[in-house]
């Protein structure tokens, strides 16, 4: 797990376990081990080096991409074996309970009024995802965000509940309990369309009442993958055995239900069309780490 707890990859690789736990799916138990060094490099270089061992999986998200970018590090995802994408996972503006601002144009108005910096972004890590969207989020109101790290995204959630940060961009799944709690309020999805749940979650509000960032004058959109991949060197029965015991979990109505509760876009990929996926993804995530100025510097390049 290249992620710290209470984040939306650490619930779903929870979830998995607890499943298969409950089910029986698996003679073996499935144990859960938090690797989140250098922003996850240390969970994903763990996974690399155990070249040949079935019994070692991770589940991935988009550090898969911009950490070995943001650290340096020599890794790519073609190192480890792609088993299956589960789902793709959205991300939400959300501001306290409490706060002045009731829609995606009162962040964007407080953005360009407010001082440089002034408002506070909590984000999982640092040169990953939710900092990309900060940057986004940057450019998009022509202004300055002070963006505050933390270790998981069920830290960024309740940090922003204790009035720590103004924002975050959580996962649903990150955020939806402090939401039925009233300590929470969604104002946007960073998608190019509404969810697809439309059953009240709080303030009678579902997570298809949601509106688009986009729609709002916010040209971002940004979904991250959850995918499960082994270690290096696994045969294609051993990645065929965890395939199918995946599809076994996606078939239980348990499963339905964390995909309604976290608002998941239910994407499933394997084989070729996962391979291409991860390929464009690559791609997409270099330019963006690029643009962001959020990539390590060149071994011996001159600093300004």
Known sequence: MPAGTGGGADQMARFIQQMVSKHGLMKQ???VVNKTGNSGVEGLMDVKAAQ????????????LFTAPLATGTPFAWSDITPVQML????????V??????????????????????????GGTGTKQEDQLIS????????????????????????????GEV?????????????????????????DGS????????????????????MSFGIPVEYLMMRGIFMAPGATPEQVAYYAQLLDKVRALPEWNALMKQGAYKQTTMAGPSFSSWLDRSNRFHRTLMRE???????????RN
């Open 135 to 162: 940057v986004l989020l940057e450019t998009a109101a022509s202004a300055r965000i002070q963006y505050v790290p933390f270790k998981g995204g069920g830290d960024v959630a309740r940090a922003l509940a204790a």
């Open 292 to 302: 962001a100025r959020l990539t390590a510097a060149a071994p011996g390049a001159a």
């Open 52 to 63: 040949g061992n079935p019994h070692k999986l991770i589940i991935t998200l988009s550090n």
């Open 87 to 94: 789902a793709l996972d959205e991300f939400v503006l959300w």
């Open 29 to 31: 138990p499935l144990n």
């Open 194 to 213: 509404k969810l697809a749940y439309p059953d009240k979650v709080a303030d009678n509000q579902s997570w298809s009442d949601l509106p688009t960032c």
């Open 166 to 190: 103004d924002l975050t961009v959580n996962n649903p799944i990150e955020a939806e309990k402090l939401w039925r709690e009233g300590k929470l309020r969604p104002l946007c999805v960073f």
């Open 96 to 121: 306290a309970k409490g706060s002045p601002y009731k829609s995606p144009k009162d962040v964007l108005d407080a953005l360009r009024a407010s001082p440089a910096g002034s408002l506070r972004l």
